[in-house]
């Protein structure tokens, strides 16, 4: 069958999982029916992970020209990461008012600047139902104030709720992200949003005392990342969420949470519904601490009836009990670790995408195994300033049996970090063949140039580095630098304005820079993107612009 005779609302369900530059690019000018298909039809813009500036401006290009495509754009999504297209290159082209059916609006590691050119903005989206925010630092920023709350359905912001809303602001929220609350504040939030039924909150804090708030909710999804307070606090939430199908929910140095019994009565008495529970319950130094605490979360009512399977680990005064499987994506393998207790089979860590690998405190296994992690950072936070251990042949043996070296894909090695020989890390980079992405520190770094085995993997596979502290000793050594990392795409770097210069000018594969100085100003970004040999976009990316910005840097304006 040929593409072309495929009837509309077929092709209009597949164009759905297309990019809106992909599109145009592939389809415009092809014949006059798609001509009028892709210009009638709903679009969804991206910039991220678009290689090609070319192709970006190609397409923003076509929607200056022709209000009929900005019409039709319903969801945007800007970035400033994995970008050649930042998002003030985009605000300084289009005003996003002119987008008028723009339903969904999606923003990446946004900056200061963004928020103050968007800021006056945002209140005129009246068909906005979506705002989104991933990967920010701007925790001052109060989004709530000039959004329109009242439209809009799904709502993530790194934003805490420190007051309730009026029930007209939240009465069509559905899903619903915030970075903190206080319980007090979370219980009015349910009765202000009548139709929330995802809720996701980095940190709930103690609130004393616990306000009564009489209203059922309509949740079905919760969960919380970090709780503070007293596990019996949770009586009085739980008695608003009835319906509530899905709960995650972690907390750390609190005893009132391994009690096994009173979760078995809020399950039975308060959460009927109930069917993905997930958590991690931990607690330190406890001197009432005992075993039979963990294994009442391994008896038939977990283990049989629920088909919640949990392990849990015990060492001296500290405890530790989660499900399976392990209701997180990073995980930490330190002090505080003990003999892991499994009721059945060792299970594995599958959903662990991050680990924080401390040699010291990894002597044995335990069962542990983690098939899916694609970032690892090798550390001892709990070493004394300025000493360090050596990472040797063991460890690395060590950590041969916990992770697939397959998958990896970032290393961040810790400043108190060293290799007792430079071939342990030439290895590990021989059994991770995606490894790309390396934090560091500086002068470690160059000491580990000096094994030509490893400055050839260097060379071959890194494309992104993040530089811890120090600076480049003289010019020979930036030069040397630059030689080695041939294919450095991205750079995270502290450095003087001079090196800013010869690095765009000597890394041919560069486009990003990360830049983080006490001297970084006005004059060097406006020096910066005078260079009349690159096409450069620079942005501050914090509060203080005296203190850094990032730098796109496009090498091919003419190539697609």
Request: include cysteine; hydrophobic fraction near 40%.
């Amino acid at each position: 069958m040929l593409f072309e005779s495929l009837p509309n609302e077929l092709l209009i369900l597949c164009f759905k999982y297309l990019n809106a530059p992909d599109v145009f690019y592939s389809l415009d000018h092809l014949n006059h029916r798609f001509d009028s298909l892709i210009r009638t039809m709903s679009l969804w813009l991206n910039f991220e992970n678009v290689k090609s500036k070319f192709l970006c401006d190609q397409f923003s290009m076509k929607m200056s020209m022709e209000e009929s495509i900005r019409r039709q754009i319903r969801s945007l999504r800007l970035s400033n990461k994995e970008t050649c297209y930042p998002i003030h290159f985009f605000l300084s082209k289009f005003p996003i008012v002119e987008f008028s059916q723009l339903r969904r609006l999606t923003l990446v590691r946004i900056t200061a600047g963004n928020w103050e050119f968007l800021q006056p903005i945002l209140p005129q989206l009246s068909t906005l139902s979506s705002f989104q925010v991933f990967d920010c630092d701007l925790y001052r920023v109060n989004f709530t104030s000039v959004l329109p709350m009242s439209q809009l359905q799904t709502l993530v912001i790194p934003q805490s709720f420190k007051e309730s809303f009026s029930t007209n602001q939240l009465a069509r929220m559905i899903h619903l992200t915030i970075k903190e609350c206080t319980l007090n504040v979370l219980l009015n939030l349910l009765k202000d949003a009548p139709n929330l039924s995802y809720l996701k909150i980095r940190r709930v804090s103690r609130s004393t005392p616990i306000e009564p708030v009489y209203c059922t909710s309509k949740l079905k999804s919760l969960i919380i990342n970090s709780f503070y307070g007293d596990a019996n606090h949770l009586w009085t939430l739980f008695q608003q969420t009835p319906n509530l199908e899905e709960l995650i929910i972690k907390t750390s140095d609190n005893p009132t949470f391994l009690d096994a019994d009173l979760w078995e009565s809020f399950i039975i008495d308060l959460l009927p519904y109930l069917t993905i529970f997930k958590f991690k319950f931990e607690a330190f130094g406890l001197t009432s601490i005992s075993e039979d605490m963990f294994t009442r979360f391994q008896n038939d009512f977990w283990c049989v009836q629920h088909a919640w399977l949990t392990e849990y680990m015990l060492d001296n005064n500290s405890g530790l009990v989660y499900t399976i499987p392990y209701p997180s994506e990073e995980y930490s393998i330190d002090i505080t670790n003990g003999h892991r207790r499994v009721n059945g089979s060792i299970h594995t860590f599958d959903d662990v995408k991050k680990l924080d690998f401390q040699p010291p405190y990894c002597e044995k296994n335990n069962g542990y195994y983690f098939a899916n992690v694609d970032s690892l950072e090798i550390s001892d936070p709990y070493l004394a300033s300025r000493c360090f251990i050596l990472v040797d042949y063991p460890d690395l043996e060590r950590l041969e049996m916990l992770v697939k070296f397959s998958n990896i894909k970032h290393l961040t090695v810790s400043h108190e970090i060293q290799f007792k020989t430079s071939n342990i890390l030439k290895e590990i980079f021989e059994f991770a063949t995606q490894l790309s992405s390396l934090e560091i520190s500086l002068e470690y770094l160059m000491s580990l140039c000096e094994n030509d085995e490893l400055c050839q993997y260097f060379s071959k596979y890194i494309q992104k580095l993040n530089i811890n502290v120090h600076s480049f000793r003289n010019s020979n050594q930036l030069k040397q630098f630059c030689k080695i990392f041939v294919n450095l795409e991205q750079l995270q770097y502290c450095m003087e304005k001079s090196n800013i210069y010869f690095l765009i000018k000597h890394l041919p594969k560069l486009t990003y820079l990360n830049i983080f100085n006490n001297s970084c100003n006005e004059s060097i970004r406006e020096d910066l993107e005078q260079m009349s040999d690159f096409d450069i976009i620079t942005d501050f990316d914090v509060h203080d612009k005296h203190h850094g910005f990032s730098i796109w840097i496009n090498r091919n304006t003419n190539m697609t």
